[in-house]
């Protein structure tokens, strides 16, 4: 069992938005400044998409943004497009043992 | 390019050990913190270890603490885990990653390398 919780899968069709989230507790998304997500295609490592909360590295697009309240994180995805079909992790800084705790992933299906 | 290989992975009896090896370019090495991380196929990701840049911080993950062990060689621009005792649990893809801005956020990730623990 992972230490944050996520939505097994989501959908949605191309062009619209959708938004995945990840509730952990207060030893790690809700006291944490160190909330990451990542986007990975099958057989292949993650990529980053956003760090800190709300950050986007340079290079991944602006259809990706990030967010959170409480203990819950999320990720919106808008424009939705064909190659955004992957699974999406969240990650948080873990207080209580100084590591980083995942999601046990979300499987985005563009219909 | 900022790249990341890993290799070293293969097929191991319970009990037994395995060395980890991971191959940075394209970026000033000693300056980053470097990350372990594993992942079950079909699973989710799992943070194992992280070391600082000159190898003399180090911490792990309750499940390998004690039986793993992250080091750096900055001369070669090489990652290690040496992976001791290993258990069937352990069986996963690990990835090595490079640490993006804090020690809590990676960025790039190599492509993998698959470590299989037979009982």
């Known amino acids: 069992q992972s230490a944050l919780t996520q939505p097994a899968s989501v959908s949605g069709s191309p062009g619209q938005s959708i938004t995945i989230s990840c509730t952990g507790t207060s030893s790690d998304v809700g006291t944490s400044d160190y909330v990451s997500w990542y986007q990975q295609h099958p057989g292949k490592g993650p990529k980053v998409l956003i760090h800190e909360v709300n950050n986007r590295p340079s290079g991944v697009s602006n259809r990706f943004s990030g967010s959170k309240s409480g203990n819950t994180a999320s990720l919106t995805i808008s424009g939705l497009q064909a190659e955004d079909e992957a699974d999406y992790y969240c990650?948080?800084?873990?207080?209580?043992?100084?590591?980083?705790?995942f999601g046990g992933g979300t499987k985005l299906t563009v219909l | 390019e900022v790249q990341l290989v890993e290799s070293g992975g293969g097929l191991v009896q319970s009990g037994g050990s395995l060395r980890l090896s991971c191959a940075a370019s394209?970026?000033?090495?000693?300056?980053?913190?470097m990350h372990w991380v594993r992942q079950v196929p079909g699973k989710g990701l799992v943070w194992v270890s992280r070391v600082n840049g000159d190898g003399t911080s180090t911490t792990y993950a309750d499940s390998v603490k004690g039986r793993f062990t992250i080091s750096r060689d900055n001369a070669k621009n090489t990652l290690y885990l040496q992976m001791r005792s290993l258990r069937a649990e352990d069986t996963a893809v690990y990835y090595c990653?490079?640490?993006?801005?804090?020690?809590?956020?990676?960025?790039?990730w190599g492509q993998g390398t698959v470590v299989t623990v037979s009982s």
């Open positions: 394209g970026f000033t090495f000693v300056n980053y913190w």
């Open positions: 990650s948080s800084y873990a207080s209580t043992t100084s590591g980083v705790v």
């Open positions: 990653a490079k640490s993006l801005k804090s020690l809590y956020d990676f960025s790039p």
